[in-house]
């Protein structure tokens, strides 16, 4: 029996993290520098990639609850 390897965690560019976060890009590329937004990786000198399963636990790390 083979065993599968996990797929890689699907990449989005910085317009497509923004639309997740229904932010800008503006802002998503302030957060990155201030080193305050999602983790992303740098492929080259300029190509900027963020995990979706990162963006989620990011926004998930944000959640508030009101207290009653």
């Known amino acids: 029996m083979m065993t599968q390897e996990p797929a890689p965690p699907a990449l989005v560019s910085e317009i497509d993290a923004a639309r997740l976060l229904g ?3 503006h802002t998503v590329r302030r957060w990155r520098v201030a080193g305050r ?3 992303f990786a740098r492929l080259g000198d300029r190509l900027i990639r963020y ?4 963006i989620e636990q990011w926004l998930a790390s944000r959640r ?3 207290a009653a």
Do not use: L, W
Request: charged share 25%; proline share 8%.
């Open 51 to 54: 995990s979706i399963a990162d």
């Open 23 to 25: 932010v800008s890009v």
């Open 64 to 66: 508030r609850f009101k």
């Open 37 to 39: 937004g999602p983790v």
